[in-house]
């Protein structure tokens, strides 16, 4: 009897199982059918109705780590990446040891600037899939923004080894030793990828980085006008030529490439910071101020941009506003003594020199020897009425080498 009865409840338990079983089966072909529709719909561009079907198969099969895979990467599409990290965990809680998701979860993390988060994850996904090229290549773009130069380094020569010839290998290759100031190793690997791809822009515009770096200023503007001419619509390769030509002193022709990059990359801001450089030489003040604002509504923590837009404002008479630039660039940059010489100089236009001193004061307390604030103060000192002291700086200023302490000593301590 008591056999009988175990037999029952067995077969009961089993005959549960089967039915769970069923119904998870159901439950995942159901997801898996709401997965192609929201496939079908994203094709046809209907990203909305798309993203309704993905969260449909989620509700439809909770355990199912493609639904959300599928949810997440159309999220990252829409630029909702913060919401696609949500579900790409949920999705490596489910499937732990799948390196495609680790891979796509590095890529989100990237675009949201966890740098770090983003090597761990292409690191992890390596150790999943060890032979996986393109995996290896991701995590060495990794390393390379986080500046793990000599460890990407070792990577791509390993790389290098299984594919010498690889054009994109040796190019990021280069670019590691430009990251390490080591410019002629870098344009020999530029002039390798030059031999194997003579028609590709990109590696003609590195060449042109790595010559600018080595202050050949002439090649350098020749393999930025092939990389141009190859490519009429490479921003990139417009800005660095514009770069070349505002050194060499063509400023109609740094201005020209500084226009052409910015029609084509309205969102970089270093453009806009670059053409301002352009547009001050020029005696456009006002137009240099616009693109450095634009460059700050870009970059709102673009340093150089609000250092310079507040010397553009003072020299536009713009008093309030450059000293709200100049007390921007203190709270991004508390330590550094020009940034507190420019504070300083805007007090002494204004006749506020008090105030100047103290800001002087401030940039000699974090430089002892910085031979442009003690002339500064001694300047300061001078226009209010303590001549012993001013002498005393801009004495010390010429020490350092500034012929125009020594200027102003001639004229100001001759007594």
Known sequence: MRTQNLRILV????????AAAHAQA??????VQLIQQGDMQLRMGNSELALLHYTNAIQKDMAFADAYMKRAMLQSRLGQNTQALVDMDRALELNPYSEYIFDRRAKVKFLLNDIKGAEDDLARAVELKPYDDLLRESRVDALLAMGETEEALQELDSLLLRHPDDVLLIL???????????SPGALALFEQAVRLAPR???????????????????????????????DRNFDLALYNRGLVHAHL?????????MDSA??????KPH?????????????????????????????PDYL??????????????????????????????????????MKGNIHLLYGEFNDAIACFDRAIGLHHDHANALYNRGLAYHMNYQPLQGCDDLRRSADLGSTRALDAMNYFCAF
């Open 200 to 230: 590709l822009a990109l590696v003609h515009d590195l060449r042109g980085v790595a010559l600018m770096r080595l202050q050949r200023w002439n090649d350098a503007l020749a393999a930025l006008d092939s990389a141009v001419a190859m």
């Open 304 to 341: 150089e941009a609000q250092y310079n837009r507040a010397f553009i404002r003072k020299q536009l008479g713009d008093h309030a506003g450059a000293l709200e630039d100049a007390d921007n660039a203190l709270r991004m940059a508390p330590d550094d003594p020009d940034a507190w010489i």
């Open 172 to 182: 990021k290759k280069g670019t590691a030793h430009l990251q390490v100031d080591d």
């Open 271 to 299: 453009i806009f910071f670059q053409r301002a450089l352009t547009r001050k030489q020029a005696g456009d003040l006002a137009g240099a101020r616009d693109d450095y604002d634009r460059a700050l509504e870009l970059a």
């Open 249 to 257: 002193g063509h400023t109609s022709q740094a201005r020209a490439d």
């Open 11 to 18: 077969t009961a338990l089993l005959a549960l199982s089967m």
């Open 26 to 31: 159901s439950n995942r072909l159901d997801a």
């Open 262 to 267: 910015l029609f084509l990359a309205q969102d």
